[in-house]
């Protein structure tokens, strides 16, 4: 209920046409800062490859990554953001801010500071089935 609750307050402040989906995949390519595989994407958020290549075609389509091929495997390709998607992740950020500061607040910034770890270590628990 959690999850569901702080995707719904998000998504009402991301900017005009943007989808959490969206936002997630263009800040962990921000954050890693080198190319991706769609496959690695789709492991790295535990989706199918055809639910990420699906969110790529829509991000590669606003111009927000760019989709090019391997050169030594055709097969594969790899997605990189873009500058105008860098824009938009700042934007996002911007727009998810004020809402993040508002829940710390509320809380208070040592409660949420105590909850961190724990949620790691679920995470991390979680993924070992994977």
């Known amino acids: 209920m959690v999850e569901q609750l702080a995707r719904a307050r998000l998504s009402k402040v991301l900017p005009k046409g943007m ?3 969206h936002f997630s995949v263009l800040n962990h390519l ?3 800062q080198e190319e ?3 496959a690695q994407l789709a492991k790295a958020f535990h989706v199918t490859r055809g639910a990420m290549t699906n969110t790529l075609t829509k991000l590669e389509w606003a111009g927000h990554v760019h989709i090019r091929p391997d050169w030594d495997d055709a097969r594969r390709k790899f997605v990189a953001i873009s500058p105008a998607g ?4 700042n ?5 998810i801010a004020p809402v ?7 809380l208070g910034l ?3 500071r105590a909850v961190l ?3 790691r270590e679920l995470r991390s628990e979680l993924e070992k089935d994977d």
Request: aromatic letters at 0%; glycine letters at 0%; zero cysteines.
């Open 117 to 119: 770890p724990v949620l």
């Open 100 to 106: 993040i500061a508002d829940l710390v607040e509320s």
């Open 36 to 38: 991706r595989t769609p």
């Open 110 to 112: 040592e409660r949420v």
């Open 86 to 89: 860098r824009s938009a992740r």
């Open 30 to 32: 921000a954050r890693m």
């Open 91 to 95: 934007a996002a950020l911007q727009s």
């Open 19 to 21: 989808e959490l989906s």
